[in-house]
């Protein structure tokens, strides 16, 4: 979604030195559908979006409320809650907070404008109606409360349901998101129709909560579950979906709507796509279980994602971004091309705690990018560089924008396997990206930034105790602690360690950070539980089992064939879509056609892992890449062709592990170090050729190719290739040398004088 700031960050200039510091790097991007409160309902808003993520933290931590007050709630549960209810509220919490936050258009009335009487009418109504399903929903709470219970399919309890928590629950929320299409409420207020949908949202959880313990778990999908399960589910999917189209845009909701449709016409579809007839109460009484909504990637929305959204607001809240990008700056600032490189640095530090490559791209872009541009990048080229660099952020140990953890939900591998697995495909993207930009720098003859113009370093290292969050987040981790654990001490790490610069966090900067964590957590776990309603047709469909089958027909003739279609199907899978979704999303449809290949299963997951994040730079849908150009000014489809070539060895570093596992730490010590080694030689190679530059000048067609050839040959990591392509890049260098061809001479075309 297109992003703006209140306060947009650009090159602050201390005009006795010249110096350029990044400051504004930690400011809350504000989204243009961004409702701006003011009076009390900014009070109102921020205390929910605090008293939200602060929930969560005491929640994950296993703490009980009586504890922390000294009072006895004996009427609230204690923490932490049982599995689904948490799922449950944690999904209803960022719905309420969202439709109250985010708009459903574009633009909003003049503050002046007088509202439409009729849509507030039908408002009002609507609101009434649904405070009516809220009500039902707790007398059945109650009355199960009272040791009453219903198999869904007696005429006493079925009436009940459907006439008093059923029907006006549907008509509240789709009647909500109708009026919400039209209204045209001033940015500054709330609107009545967002208002519906979140108490809408609120009946859904409380009805799904109550009936929780008694019928849910083991009625779901049976003929005896209430239909009020399934008329709830239909609901809550609905509002999933408005959610995610008011705060990603419409890729996503294309994308799960064409699996809804698949639901109920995959009787009539041919071949591998046909599948069994499915009902729709049955269906929508699993959707919103572990089946569906409430499976992998809420589970991890509501415990690892959340939580590093409340460690990154805690560091945006202590400055402690400002002084990664500074960092980068002193480090890499004099080298040519400085800016570059500087996005390169930061953009790995600041995202792999962002859950977003576009994210990202806001975050650290609005400073590198008009830095590049001064120095003499092409606007295209700046936006690109910023979008492969914030798209690797996703794919850097330890946290990978949440990717980690989502696999390691999905997998059952354990966290840290996966985290050691990670570090040399990150360090081959990064690397590779370093070399991109520097040959694309030398080829324009670009200068680094001048002493006067950076941070100094020597003051950079005195500080660099602000690293200690990050540490001990790394080092509880590998020490054996929980994630939840190492989270948190890294979350109070970082609240300590604000105290030893002018950014001390008091109570008042400790709240201002969690409503920062409850507003910032809405997109992400907007995203996962929609991501969910997709899994959640894959495995009641049965499509993802014979996608596989189809893999497995495609690798019975070639199996680089069959990586190649699931390469693409990943990528397409992904386009739109935020890193956590477009994992899970392709980690369900294809991860388990490569396994049953014969492929390891971390190699399996790391492939599809790979080129669902690598489709935010992938055209024609690129989002990292179209956020980069709405900063650079350039024209979005060009900056996603050029972010697309300076990642292009990301393309083939999946390719690279699946030959090599030693890339993956398989093996011993000597040979993964070998395989190392000679990939990013490889990779070096790879950038020479496709850049052009070899040898300190720029390279004919010729030695292109050869570069290209040997690039190859040292990624597979034999002892074979290594030495073919050592002897294709020997060759390469001596012609580049001795025979120095014209590098402006045009490729020979048969037939041609």
């Known amino acids: 979604m297109t992003q703006e700031r209140l306060h947009m960050t650009d090159q602050t200039v201390d005009h006795k030195n010249t110096e350029i510091l990044a400051e504004g790097a930690d400011d809350e991007p504000i989204e243009v559908n961004r409702r701006l409160f003011t009076d009390w309902r900014v009070i109102l808003m921020a205390t929910l ?7 969560h933290m005491a929640a994950l931590n296993g703490l009980s409320l009586s504890s922390m007050t000294g009072i006895e709630l004996s009427f609230l549960p204690s923490f932490p809650l049982e599995t689904w209810n948490f799922r449950i509220a944690h999904v209803a919490g960022a719905l309420f907070l969202g439709f109250l936050l985010f708009g459903s258009r574009l633009t909003f009335a003049d503050p002046s404008a007088k509202p439409n009487s009729t849509i507030t009418a039908c408002a009002w109504v ?7 399903a809220c009500g039902a929903a707790i007398s059945f709470g109650m009355r199960i409360a009272d040791g009453a219970m219903w198999n869904g399919i007696a005429p006493e309890y079925r009436t009940p349901e459907i006439y008093w928590f059923g029907i006006p629950l549907l008509v509240a929320t789709f009647g909500g998101i109708i009026l919400g299409w039209l209204d045209r409420t001033p940015r500054h207020r709330f609107s009545l129709p967002d208002l519906v949908l979140g108490v809408c ?18 009625s779901t999908g049976t003929p005896f579950a209430p239909i009020g399960i399934s008329l709830a589910a239909v609901a809550g999917t609905a509002l999933i979906m408005e959610l995610t189209r008011r705060v990603t845009g419409l890729a996503l909701i294309v994308i799960a709507g064409i699996f809804l449709i ?5 009787h009539l579809a041919p071949g591998f796509l046909n599948s069994p007839r499915i009902d729709w109460a049955r269906f929508f009484s699993q959707v919103y279980t572990d089946a569906g909504i409430l499976g992998p990637t809420t589970a991890v929305s509501s415990t690892y994602i959340i939580l590093f959204i409340i460690f990154a607001a805690f560091l945006q809240a202590s400055k402690v971004g400002e002084y990664f990008i500074n960092f980068a700056f002193a480090a890499a600032g004099r080298t040519r091309g400085g800016p570059a490189k500087v996005s390169i640095f930061a953009s790995g530090l600041m995202g792999m705690i962002n859950g977003t490559s576009a994210g990202n791209v806001v975050a650290t872009g609005s400073l590198t990018i008009p830095l590049m541009k001064k120095v003499g990048y092409h606007r295209k080229t700046a936006g690109a560089v910023e979008a492969a660099a914030s798209t690797g952020g996703q794919i850097m140990p330890p946290i990978m924008g949440a990717g980690a953890f989502i696999m390691a939900e999905i997998t059952g591998i354990p966290y840290t396997d996966i985290a050691v697995a990670a570090i040399l495909p990150a360090v081959l993207y990064f690397v590779s990206v370093y070399f991109m930009v520097d040959f694309e720098a030398a080829k324009l003859g670009m200068r680094g930034m001048r002493e006067d113009e950076l941070p100094k370093l020597g003051r950079m290292l005195r500080q660099v105790y602000l690293f200690l969050p990050i540490i001990i987040l790394i080092y509880a981790l590998f020490a054996g602690y929980s994630v939840i654990r190492a989270g948190t001490l890294a979350t109070i790490a970082a609240a300590a360690v604000s105290w030893l610069t002018p950014h001390r966090m008091g109570l008042r900067s400790i709240a201002r950070a969690f409503e920062m964590a409850g507003v910032m957590s809405i997109q992400i776990i907007a995203v ?13 469909t049965g499509v993802g089992a014979r996608f ?17 279609f699931a390469m693409c199907i990943a990528i397409l899978l992904g386009m739109g879509m935020p890193t956590t979704a477009a994992y899970a999303v392709a980690a369900s449809v294809v991860a388990p056609g490569l396994v049953q290949l014969g492929i390891p299963q971390l190699t399996a997951h790391f492939f599809v892992f790979y080129f669902a994040v690598l489709s935010a730079i992938t055209p024609p849908v690129a989002l990292a890449s179209y956020a980069a ?10 900056t996603s062709v050029a972010s697309f070539k300076i990642g292009i060895a990301a393309f083939i570093v999946p390719f690279m592990f699946f030959y090599n596992g030693a890339l993956l730490m398989d093996g011993p010590w000597l040979t993964v170090l070998q395989a190392a080694v000679t990939a990013i030689v490889g990779v070096f190679l790879l950038s020479s050729g496709v850049q052009g530059w070899f040898a300190g000048q720029r390279a004919a067609w010729i030695v292109r190719l050869m570069l290209l050839a040997a690039a190859l040959f040292m990624i597979q990591g034999g002892l074979l290739s290594d030495a073919i392509g050592i002897a294709l890049a020997a060759g390469a260098f001596a012609i580049q040398k001795f025979i120095k061809p014209d590098p402006d001479a045009p490729i020979p075309v048969r037939g041609t004088d």
């Open 201 to 218: 949202a609120l009946a859904v959880a409380i009805y799904l909560i109550t009936i929780y313990g008694t019928l849910m778990r083991n």
């Open 528 to 540: 996962c539980a929609c991501a969910g309603i997709i899994v959640g047709v894959i495995s009641l």
């Open 262 to 266: 698949y639901v109920f016409v995959g």
């Open 629 to 638: 150009a709405g900063i650079s000014g350039a024209n979005p489809m060009e």
């Open 548 to 564: 596989s089958s189809v893999l497995l027909g495609i690798a019975d003739t070639s199996q680089l064939l069959a990586l190649f």
């Open 126 to 132: 609507l609101l009434l109606v649904a405070f009516v």
């Open 49 to 55: 979006a605090a008293l939200y993520a602060a929930f």
